[in-house]
């Protein structure tokens, strides 16, 4: 069977249905489709629709005014219920992200990156941000909304009788975490470890498989291709899906960086479908 006709069977099946995990939302992180939005913005968002998935993390409006966007969203049936923000946004003015986020109805904001020289990170960092979240999410939390971080990796250096990581978790008052499985593997962590001892403070989670022959490293930088279906790489998706739904984290997200994007999305929607019938 040729590979156009293969995918073509695939995204039929999970039009079908779209994977709940178990009762669980399964979403995309549109940051998946930054390639695509640049030509074709709601042609990208029909796509996403097409493929049967209705909530989205995002925060970007590729080039629209804010109420087209929102309007195309709502012709797509496509909810933002998480946003993203940046470290400085959270530092200066975490009212304007509120604000944001409540404008797509959003009840999450996540910060994917603290910024730090080249690959150094530090103690001196790591408190920083700390500051920085705990009085973001502290003013958030007014409006209801959630701030989780998504550790990129160079979390992970050894701190202590732990990680840098841990000293974070600590000291996480008003914020939580959106736990990349693919980024906390590479950064020489475990994610089931980190679901059993951090039973409260992951709330969101990026699905994001890793190749069989990647060796990690704790620079968070890492190749985008080495991005594969869920299911094939050396991540165990399963048990940590699994695990995800016993500890009821509400939104998990795909995010797939690579250029295959468009061909392997549904195929991970076909995987994660597989493991409702386990």
Same mark, same amino acid.
């Given at each position: ?11 039929? &099946? ?7 995990? /178990? ?12 390639? @695509? ?22 925060? +970007? ?29 959270? &530092? ?15 009840? !999450?904001? /996540? ?7 080249? +690959? ?33 990796? !160079? ?16 000291? &996480? ?18 994610? /089931? ?24 490293? +704790? ?22 899906? &699994? ?20 061909? @392997? ?5 076909? !995987? ?7």
């Amino acid at each position: 069977m040729n590979n156009f006709k293969s995918f073509w069977l695939v995204l039929f &099946a999970t039009l079908l249905s779209v994977p709940s995990t /178990m009762g669980q939302e399964v979403g995309l992180q549109l940051y998946s489709l930054r390639n @695509q939005f640049k030509n074709d913005v709601e042609g990208t968002l029909k796509t996403i629709s097409d493929w049967g998935i209705t909530k989205v993390e995002g925060g +970007d409006t590729y080039g629209l005014p804010l109420e087209e966007f929102l309007g195309l969203l709502k012709k797509y049936d496509l909810e933002v219920v998480s946003v993203g923000a940046s470290f400085e946004e959270l &530092a200066e003015n975490p009212q304007a992200v509120a604000e944001k986020a409540k404008a797509y109805g959003a009840t !999450y904001v /996540m910060c994917a990156w603290i910024p730090h020289k080249g +690959d150094e990170f530090t103690l001196e960092d790591t408190q920083k941000a700390i500051d920085v979240f705990n009085t973001a999410g502290e003013i958030l939390d007014r409006d209801n909304i959630t701030l989780a971080y998504h550790p990129h990796g !160079y979390e992970f250096r050894p701190y202590g009788e732990g990680t840098l990581f841990d000293y974070m978790s600590e000291n &996480a008052e008003d914020f939580y975490f959106e736990m990349d499985v693919y980024w906390v593997k590479h950064g020489g962590a475990d994610p /089931m470890e980190l679901l059993n001892k951090y039973t409260d403070q992951f709330v969101l989670m990026h699905l994001k498989d890793m190749a069989e022959e990647v060796e990690g490293n +704790d620079t968070g930088h890492g190749d985008v291709e080495t991005n594969v279906v869920l299911g094939t790489g050396q991540i165990d998706m399963s048990s940590i899906v &699994a695990k995800a739904k016993e500890l009821e984290i509400e939104y998990m997200f795909i995010e797939d960086e690579s250029s295959r994007v468009l061909q @392997q999305v549904p195929q991970s929607l076909a !995987y994660l479908k597989t493991l409702e019938r386990d």
